[in-house]
């Protein structure tokens, strides 16, 4: 009759299914679940409900309805300043100046490193390889 432990996750947003499907099998290298949504909208709708859970949002800016992937930085960090966001876009435009100041911007087409580095900075666990020095 133990508590139940909460399984922290990584949000990835991502509206192009072979992308997101990328980042996400990436993402799963680390310790963390990975959770999918592929709009703005249905981030949030999740962050309404998990939000204790998440450590990381990994959101492109382009994406449908009328949250975009700022706008989505932009309440993430306002409603859950715990939650650590990286936003990623190929052709970010003027949207990128509008980050909050505590976003990370990961330009595409990135590596599976450059994702793995900037998820275990964002959600502050280093790559063990410089702890084994």
């Keep these: 009759m133990g508590q139940a432990v909460c399984e922290r996750s990584i949000l990835v947003v991502e509206d192009d299914r072979a992308v997101r499907d990328l980042a ?3 993402l799963e290298e680390t310790e963390f679940r990975v959770v999918e949504a592929e709009s703005g909208e249905a981030a949030l709708h999740h962050l ?10 990994f959101t492109d ?6 949250l975009d992937g700022v706008d989505l ?3 993430v ?5 715990w939650i650590k966001v990286v936003v990623t876009s ?3 435009g ?4 509008h980050l909050p100041s505590a976003a990370t911007f990961l330009p595409k087409p990135w590596s599976a490193l450059d994702v793995l580095v900037a998820a275990e900075q964002a959600a502050g666990q280093p790559r063990s390889m410089s702890e084994t020095r």
Excluded: M, N, Y
């Design 24 to 26: 996400a099998a990436i």
């Design 48 to 57: 309404k409900q998990h939000a204790e859970e998440v450590v990381l949002v």
């Design 61 to 66: 800016i382009r994406i449908p309805c009328f």
């Design 73 to 75: 930085a932009q309440a």
């Design 77 to 81: 960090s306002t409603r859950w300043p």
């Design 90 to 92: 190929g052709a970010p």
């Design 94 to 97: 003027d949207r990128v100046d």
